[in-house]
């Protein structure tokens, strides 16, 4: 290798090495905030780790003395080379294997714990990676194939195989047995996409690694040939094909050109590339990338009906399109290599098998082997807030932020600033956010003053009435209505029961029973007041609201669906919070009703009508954690809402009823924001 060979490689080294940044961008800004710093560390980790383990065991398993063409025997955790063409040959490699273990930080990110990716990488870099290296690159000393694929002909110029597909394969293995992240795939099946944090950095980790590639495609050349630039070309038009291809696909089956789909199939064109960029013309790279793109796009689909969580979405575009790319050296480039294409095919179908089996089915078995005994993926809690905290204890000024909020709205205690600093956007937002909260206790204070001589003059009386009806209700009386008897023609009504409370209150003490009604009541009571709806009552461990009784809203019964989608959500906090799975039903039904006061020593403000019978006997049937409705509700409420068809029930007094549960809003569908009162359509009976 002379002086400007080995400069050439390791400026293609380098840029190879760029890819690792790249990468990180990639992963960062496609996960969400609260994971991104656990994404970047475990970037940094692997290279690391890579480089190490390369030297110590990787470089002689796959470039060692070959023992059978099966694996290296030599050049292991050497002192030194012989030549400096060697250390540069080295450094090259280092950086391919790095390739090839990054590959899994996306696919696995938001719910790996940090010991399992590493304990991940260091199976990838010591056995999976090196071993099919050999088979597939290995050389004596003159430069004959000594790898058992290598010398059946087997091609891969630059690693479409050996190091993206066979990343690909252990990340596809890993994330079969970790699993999908929490609120991934909704119980009726529908596929659920979270936002990433940052997609403009997304957008440059893929130019980075597009800028990357060169030195992955020409540095293979092994100096600075001739044909580096026709190599060079063709990875841009191969990764320009894929980039527009998965631009088109988008744009033609989703209506939208998807920033996803795009910057996915230009990865997908490059690794496809990768593998024949030698031996096929212009125009067969643009179509070789093309066909890359496409399979990024069908690919993810199929995942998605697979429930299959790939968060970049790395399984289509390293392990499918890079299946693909060794195709593609028989189909376009079998008379470069002197064989036909039917024979050449041949060749790459026995190593693409190979690569499944080795890349993907043995590490399948070794990490469902360690799985049993160390768990490969955080706890749920962990994965909640976000493993930059949980793992690596990486605070954020938004996380600080929400901290001060979540204590503000438990304590209720105003007093409380969020950081601030004129100097970050998160800082900027506490500044505002303080100046608020600052004129909001002003406001309470003027207003406290103003209303003190009339709280003295009314408080007995208002707390009696208040105590026990609704405060509209209570400002009627207050206002001389002698009689309240509304009918109400249309409204929704809401019934919440806590399951197995019975149970949970004759093991623990009556103070434990008070406890979790008084703190749970007391959430719901929070998201009752902020959708402007009506608290009825309470009954034990149930508890009621109603919808449209107190205004003329029409979409009552939209806003009552999106209370009961917050209390199951804050039902699930409050149990996390105390350890337990505490969850509840709720049932819901919309019609007519009467409601009113009756009483003479003590007021009650209740309600009457098979509206409010058959909510009840709903939720009684409903499934615990799920909003049981009826078809009404169905009917009235379908098209903005996500819901599946329960069973058919037999609700006693009422007869045979089929349920439905409402899962949450579609995603082209924006939650009605909280009603504030405009005007009480009922009248009062004197």
């Not at 009552?556 to 505490?582: K, N, P, W, Y």
């Not at 009422?654 to 569908?669: A, C, D, K, N, P």
Request: hydrophobic share 45%; charged share 15%; proline share 3%.
């Amino acid at each position: 290798m002379t002086e400007i060979d080995q400069v050439w490689v390791i400026f293609c080294a380098t840029l190879i090495f760029m890819m690792q940044a790249g990468f990180m961008c990639l992963e960062a800004g496609i996960t969400r905030s609260k994971n991104n710093i656990s994404v970047a560390i475990k970037n940094i980790s692997d290279l690391s780790i890579s480089v190490l383990l390369f030297w110590a065991i990787g470089y002689g398993l796959m470039f060692g003395t070959s023992f059978g063409g099966l694996i290296g025997t030599s050049d292991f955790a050497f002192e030194k080379l012989d030549a400096s063409g060697a250390y540069v040959q080295f450094i090259f490699q280092a950086m391919f294997c790095g390739t090839a273990a990054t590959i899994l930080s996306g696919a696995v990110a938001e719910r790996s714990a940090f010991h399992a990716y590493l304990l991940i990488t260091v199976i990838t870099v010591t056995l999976i990676y090196p071993i099919f290296g050999h088979w597939a690159w290995a050389e004596d000393a003159a430069g004959a194939p000594v790898g058992w694929l290598n010398r059946q002909g087997f091609y891969d110029f630059a690693g479409s195989g050996v190091v993206h597909a066979v990343g690909g394969g252990v990340a596809l293995a890993a994330i079969l047995i970790i699993g999908p992240r929490e609120g991934r795939f909704l119980d009726s099946g529908q596929p659920r996409r979270f936002n990433g944090s940052n997609l403009p950095l997304t957008m440059l980790g893929v130019l980075l690694i597009w800028f990357g590639w060169f030195g992955f495609n020409g540095g293979s050349a092994g100096g600075f040939t001739t044909e580096v630039p026709g190599l060079l070309l063709n990875t841009i038009v191969g990764g320009a094909g894929g980039v527009l291809t998965g631009l088109a696909i988008s744009w033609t089956m989703e209506r939208k050109p998807s920033v996803f789909y795009g910057m996915n199939g230009g990865l997908a064109g490059l690794v496809a590339i990768t593998a024949s960029c030698d031996l096929i013309s212009v125009r067969e790279a643009i179509v070789v990338g093309s066909v890359g793109g496409s399979i990024a796009f069908f690919g993810d689909k199929a995942l998605e009906r697979l429930h299959i969580d790939d968060v970049v979405g790395a399984v289509p575009v390293h392990f499918l399109s890079g299946l693909w790319g060794l195709a593609a050296v028989a189909i376009f480039g079998s008379d470069q290599l002197g064989s036909g294409v039917g024979e050449q095919l041949a060749m790459q179908m026995t190593g693409i098998v190979v690569l499944i089996a080795h890349a993907v089915a043995v590490p399948l078995g070794l990490l469902w082997s360690i799985n049993q005994v160390i768990p490969l993926r955080v706890t749920q809690h962990v994965e909640t807030i976000g493993l930059n905290v949980g793992e690596h204890g990486a605070n954020t000024d938004l996380n600080e932020l929400f901290e001060v909020m979540q204590r503000q709205a438990r304590n209720r205690d105003l007093s409380e600033r969020a950081p601030q600093s004129p100097f970050t956007e998160v800082g900027q937002i506490g500044l505002f956010y303080n100046s608020v909260l600052f004129e909001l206790e002003r406001s309470f204070d003027r207003a406290e003053r103003q209303q003190a001589e009339l709280e003295l003059a009314l408080a007995q009386k208002n707390e009696l009435l208040e105590s026990v009806l609704p405060k509209r209700i209570a400002a009627r009386i207050n206002g001389g209505a002698e009689q309240i008897v509304d009918q109400v023609t249309d409204a929704t009504v809401v019934f919440v029961d806590i399951v197995d409370f019975t149970e949970y209150s004759a093991s623990v003490p009556p103070e434990d029973s008070i406890a979790l009604l008084r703190d749970l009541f007391g959430k719901f009571d929070t998201v009752i007041q902020h959708y402007d709806l009506e608290k009825i009552k309470t009954v034990g461990d149930s508890y009621m609201y109603v919808a449209g009784v107190m205004n003329d809203d029409a979409d009552h019964c939209a806003v009552a669906i999106d209370a009961a989608l917050e209390l199951l959500f804050q039902t699930r906090q409050h149990g996390l919070s105390m350890g337990r799975d505490l969850q509840v039903r709720i049932g819901v039904h919309s019609g007519p009703l009467v409601a009113g006061v009756v009483g003479e020593l003590r007021f009650v403000y209740d309600m009457w009508g098979m509206t409010v019978n058959l909510a009840s006997r709903i939720e009684e049937a409903g499934q615990p954690g799920k909003i049981s409705v009826s078809e009404a509700v169905i009917d009235r409420i379908g098209t903005e809402f996500i819901y599946e068809k329960q069973r058919r029930v037999r609700l006693k007094g009422i007869g045979s009823t089929v349920l439905f549960s409402v899962e949450g809003r579609r995603q082209t569908m924006q939650q009605k924001p909280s009603r504030f009162f405009k005007r009480n359509r009922s009248v009062d009976a004197r």
